[in-house]
Structure formats: C-alpha cells, structure tokens
C-alpha cells in the first residue's frame, strides 16, 4: 500500500464537533493559509501557467499588510488539485492582534501592468489542524493530511480585481480593541499626533538604546509576533555595534506618510507607495557590517523595533498607541 503524504498548505474551517467520542478531543485549528496567482494558461489541462505581472495588496480585517510585485514567468501547476503555485503566500496565524476570534476579511487587491489584458486569478484556502487524518482511495492509496476545509475561487479579470474571503480564526486572541467602535475621525490634532509618534520611535535608536529595548520587550509571549530575546541582543551588543559602523533610522518624509482607517478601531500608519515606513537613513552603511552574528541580531531586533507600518489605536485618554 502506498501512501501520499500532503504538503502544509491553506484554508478556513468552522470547527463543529458532532458526535465526537466523550474522551475523543475535536481537532483545532493551528493556522490558516491563503494563496493568491494571477495567470494566463489551463490549469486543468497545462503543467505550467504564466503568471500576469502587476500589484497585489493585501488586507487583513482592513489593515493593508503588504503590497507585494508579481512578475510575468512561468510557474508549475500541483497535484490533483491542479494548484498553481503561488504568487502570494500568507498564513495568517503570523499576523498577531491583527486577527480577530468570530469572522475576519482577507481582501486582495490586483493591478495588472496592463491594465487591457484578459487574465484569471485563482485564490485558495486551508486550515492546518494539530492532528493529522488518513482517508483510503481504492484499495491501494491511502492519504494522510493534517490540512481541512480546503478551497479555491478562480475569477476572469480585466484590470483591477479584487477578491474577498471570509473565515474564521478560533487561534485569535480576543483584544479589548476588538471590541471598540470603529475610528472614523481623525483631527488635525490627532494627525499631529500620529506622525510625533512615528518620529519619536526614531529617537530610541540612541545610546545607551534603553527606549529601543523596551520597544522589543512586549514581543514576549504576544501570540503571533516575532519574539526578540532582550537579553542576548544585549549581550551582543548588536545595537551599539551597527549603531558605531554609522547606522542610522530614518522615517518616512512628511510628504510620503499615510495614515490608513481600518473600519475598526485600528489605525495604520505607512509610507506611501511600495516603501517602509523606517529605513537605514544610508543603506550604504550596512556594507561595512560584515560580522554575520551581529547582522542576524541586529537585523532582527531592528525590525522588530522600526516595522515597515506601525498599527495604533487610540488609548482610554485620547492618546495613541501602537499594538502588536
């Protein structure tokens, strides 16, 4: 008897436990995974697709994730399932108090190069589970999988397409923001605000860098964001070192930030176009580190520290603040 072992993939399941056995525990869900390709080509019928270059922004729940450039070249079509490889991968579980418990919205939204030209985009979905099951297909295949709920939408575009999926993540943290009314004003004090509250993070890249590792510390235990060990950052000394080779952090310019409404009680800020908000103020400094510990420590602390957009909400008082 053979067997097909299935890949870690995507989707979206509403766990319903029936009539499960009393001592039989349901499985749960441990991630969900999209999958999004624009193409040219016959799934069904072709090995390979050609993939349609342009611009997809993704959006969680409102929040833009990212904008991520899809280029034209040919990718191969997977398994039975005639899955064509992905152009864009996100598995949710990553995202942290980004994700809510009850429904939450994944939108993807795609500008082709040419605007003129027919193409199909195919988006697909998958829960991961904590256990996996086998199931038998004739009498010589057998199957076993941890994935479930597994789903895929495929729709014929013209210009810019959007596609929408709704699903749920009972992995979720349920934050008291969650909960809050949507933030649908800003002042122009409140736009004061924001942008002294980008720029003030730039500030703690500063000897003796207590402001930076107190901005690392909350990533302890936050389900779903990066973990920063503190404590070997400064023992390494990574900061001080990068920071003496002449490297510095630099924000987005007032005439590039973008403060981004959610619908909810989130509020996004973020450089306009496809840049970060935080970047080495020269990127030629970072040549001179050459010390692959201290880039791996270095690297990681910084960006955990200076993110490409930072999420705030308002606080009990009127103030802002950020959240993981």
Same mark, same amino acid.
């Given at each position: 008897?053979?067997?097909?072992?299935?890949?870690?993939?995507?989707?979206?399941?509403?766990?319903?436990?029936?009539?499960? *056995?009393?001592?039989?525990?349901?499985?749960?869900?441990?991630?969900?995974?999209? %999958? +999004?390709?624009? !193409?040219?080509?016959?799934?069904?019928?072709?090995?390979?697709?050609?993939?349609? *270059?342009?611009?997809?922004? &993704?959006?969680?729940?409102?929040?833009?994730?990212?904008?991520?450039?899809?280029?034209?070249?040919?990718?191969?079509?997977?398994?039975?399932?005639?899955? #064509?490889?992905?152009?864009?991968?996100?598995?949710?579980?990553?995202?942290?108090?980004?994700?809510?418990?009850?429904?939450?919205?994944?939108?993807?939204? !795609?500008?082709?190069?040419?605007?003129?030209?027919?193409?199909? *985009?195919?988006?697909?979905?998958?829960?991961?589970?904590?256990?996996?099951?086998?199931?038998?297909?004739?009498?010589? @295949?057998?199957?076993?999988?941890?994935?479930?709920?597994?789903?895929?939408?495929?729709?014929?575009? @013209?210009?810019?397409?959007?596609?929408? $999926?709704? +699903?749920?993540?009972?992995? =979720?943290?349920?934050?008291?923001? $969650? $909960?809050?009314?949507?933030? @649908? @004003?800003?002042?122009?004090?409140?736009?004061?605000?924001?942008?002294?509250?980008?720029?003030?993070?730039?500030?703690?890249?500063?000897?003796?860098? =207590?402001?930076?590792?107190?901005?690392?510390?909350?990533?302890?235990?936050?389900?779903?964001?990066?973990?920063?060990?503190?404590?070997?950052?400064?023992?390494? %000394?990574?900061?001080?070192?990068?920071?003496?080779?002449?490297?510095?952090?630099?924000?987005?310019?007032?005439?590039? !930030?973008?403060?981004?409404?959610?619908? $909810?009680?989130?509020?996004?800020?973020?450089?306009?176009?496809?840049?970060?908000?935080?970047?080495?103020?020269?990127?030629? &400094?970072?040549?001179?580190?050459?010390?692959?510990?201290?880039?791996?420590? *270095?690297?990681?602390?910084?960006?955990? =520290?200076?993110?490409?957009?930072?999420?705030? #909400?308002?606080?009990?008082?009127?103030?802002?603040?950020?959240?993981?």
């Amino acid at each position: 008897m053979r067997s097909k072992i299935r890949p870690l993939l995507l989707a979206v399941v509403l766990l319903a436990p029936a009539t499960a *056995a009393p001592a039989q525990a349901a499985a749960r869900v441990l991630n969900v995974e999209f %999958k +999004f390709t624009p !193409f040219v080509g016959d799934p069904a019928s072709q090995d390979e697709v050609t993939t349609v *270059a342009g611009m997809a922004e &993704v959006f969680v729940n409102g929040i833009p994730l990212n904008r991520q450039e899809v280029g034209a070249g040919a990718v191969p079509v997977l398994f039975e399932a005639r899955e #064509i490889a992905p152009a864009v991968w996100l598995p949710v579980e990553s995202l942290g108090s980004i994700l809510r418990q009850g429904t939450n919205t994944l939108r993807i939204e !795609f500008m082709p190069a040419d605007p003129k030209a027919a193409y199909k *985009a195919q988006l697909r979905w998958v829960s991961v589970m904590d256990e996996a099951t086998t199931s038998e297909d004739g009498a010589a @295949t057998t199957t076993t999988t941890n994935q479930a709920g597994e789903g895929v939408e495929t729709r014929e575009a @013209t210009g810019r397409l959007v596609m929408e $999926h709704a +699903f749920a993540a009972p992995f =979720a943290a349920d934050r008291p923001w $969650h $909960h809050a009314a949507p933030e @649908t @004003t800003l002042t122009a004090a409140d736009r004061t605000a924001l942008r002294a509250l980008v720029d003030e993070r730039v500030a703690a890249f500063t000897p003796d860098f =207590a402001r930076l590792y107190a901005l690392l510390a909350p990533a302890a235990g936050a389900p779903g964001a990066t973990t920063i060990d503190v404590a070997e950052v400064q023992r390494l %000394k990574c900061i001080d070192q990068v920071h003496a080779a002449g490297l510095r952090i630099a924000a987005a310019s007032p005439e590039e !930030f973008e403060i981004v409404p959610s619908g $909810h009680a989130e509020i996004v800020l973020r450089a306009k176009g496809n840049m970060p908000l935080y970047r080495p103020a020269d990127m030629s &400094v970072l040549a001179k580190i050459t010390d692959e510990e201290v880039q791996i420590c *270095a690297g990681a602390a910084l960006m955990k =520290a200076f993110p490409p957009r930072l999420i705030v #909400i308002r606080g009990a008082k009127g103030g802002w603040t950020t959240v993981e």
